[in-house]
């Protein structure tokens, strides 16, 4: 075991909680510190790959998901008008040989669940203002004005995160020149599966969630990052849909309320390793940002926890377990983060018209998936 008992990790998002279920999990004392007052989750839903359900069950919870989310056993690709072009195969990953999709929020309450379960302390409303390396243990100073020690911090804190900013000096993700647009609509009755339509100027889906719920998406070419006028994002968000036809735009319909809308410019970052400096370690979000094109960004902050409390286990130095925990991580998340990129990018050039005949989006979305596939 090593000498690593009491752990801060900074954000309690999906990396965050996942971090702490698994570490209490391992006997090493947790806390998280959140610094919204309230858990306001942002987003609608998430789709999870069958890695990502392997990780989920790694956690020990399988079965809360399944009380609430839905699985699916096939992802339809149809044209804008919603003819069929062909099922694409989902890769099996362990036992699992399905997709998944859950409400975002439903989601994280299933996690905050089990990391009060174990016995996490959770701190709302609070941040860190100061993070000092020492030998032997880090010095932390609260945004409320409390301190304390601990044998490792861990930045699960998000793309913008403070943690990196502090520790590793301004690092700032980049905007690739699309976003994507999120609305919760009621599951069609005959809505078994993922169903994605690719149009000239967007591509849209509908991902079932629960029983009763799905969310619609499009998403679309933003050059300059335009400002949005809240009131009117559900208009502008029927009117992405102008190029497609049946029942992608009857869902659509739904998209009534300006609030319910999630509109997300798209950014991407991985940060070069090492993700640590000495006890400080960036996780998730915080050290690799990828745009949702592989639908892996959850899947690669729980597989971040799950390896991190493997290998703290271990009788070792605590910088060669975190020499090992980026020798298992680097190159997967930068591989996710690059081939999410390339997508954008393609997409970007097929849009102009200047996307060259070789290049295929769906042949590098199976073999990106194909490899998230093999055991972490």
């Known amino acids: 075991m090593s000498k690593v008992k009491k752990v801060l990790i900074v954000g309690g998002g999906i990396g965050g909680l996942a971090t702490a279920i698994a570490l209490q999990k391992a ?22 790959q069958s890695n990502a359900l392997r990780a989920i069950d790694a956690l020990g919870l399988t079965e809360e998901f399944l009380a609430i989310g839905t699985t699916h056993s096939a992802l ?64 932390t100073k609260f945004t409320d004005g409390t301190s304390e020690t601990y044998d490792l911090v861990i930045g699960a804190d998000g793309v913008r995160s403070k943690v990196r900013n502090m520790v590793f000096g301004e690092i700032e993700p980049t905007f690739v020149g699309q976003a994507v647009w999120r609305y919760t609509i009621n599951r069609p009755e005959n809505l078994e599966n993922i169903t994605m339509f690719y149009g000239q100027k967007a591509k849209a889906g509908i991902v079932p969630m629960t029983k009763e719920s799905a969310y619609v998406f499009i998403v679309t070419a933003e050059p300059g990052n335009p400002w949005k006028q809240e009131d009117q994002l559900h208009v502008q968000m029927r009117e992405a849909f102008h190029e497609f036809g049946g029942l992608i735009v009857e869902l659509s319909e739904q998209i009534t ?18 993700w640590y400096r000495d ?19 959850a899947a690669m902050a729980i597989e971040d926890a799950l390896v991190l409390a ?25 591989f996710v983060v690059e081939n999410s990129n390339t997508l954008v990018q393609w997409e970007l050039l097929q849009l102009e018209g200047r996307l060259p005949k070789e290049k295929k989006p769906n042949a590098i979305v199976a073999q990106s998936l194909m490899k998230m596939t093999e055991i972490i």
């Open 76 to 139: 339809h690709i149809r044209d804008s008008q919603g003819n069929m072009i062909f099922d694409a195969p989902i890769h099996p990953s362990g036992k699992f040989n399905m997709t998944g999709g859950i409400p975002r929020r439903d989601f994280h309450e299933i996690l905050l669940r089990a990391a009060m379960k174990h016995d996490t302390k959770i701190r709302m409303g609070t941040t860190v203002e100061v993070i000092e390396n020492a030998d032997s243990f880090v010095y």
């Open 279 to 297: 006890r400080v370690l960036l996780i998730g979000d915080a050290a690799h940002a990828t745009v949702p094109h592989l639908a892996q960004g």
């Open 27 to 48: 006997g090493i004392q947790t806390e998280i510190v959140e610094k919204q007052k309230e858990w306001n989750v942002y987003g609608v839903g998430i789709i999870l």
């Open 257 to 274: 309320d300006p609030k319910e809308v999630v509109y997300r410019p798209l950014e991407t970052l991985i940060v070069e390793k090492p």
């Open 310 to 334: 493997e290998l703290l286990q271990q009788d070792a130095p605590l910088s060669d377990i975190l020499n090992e925990f980026m020798d298992r991580r680097f190159e997967r998340c930068k």
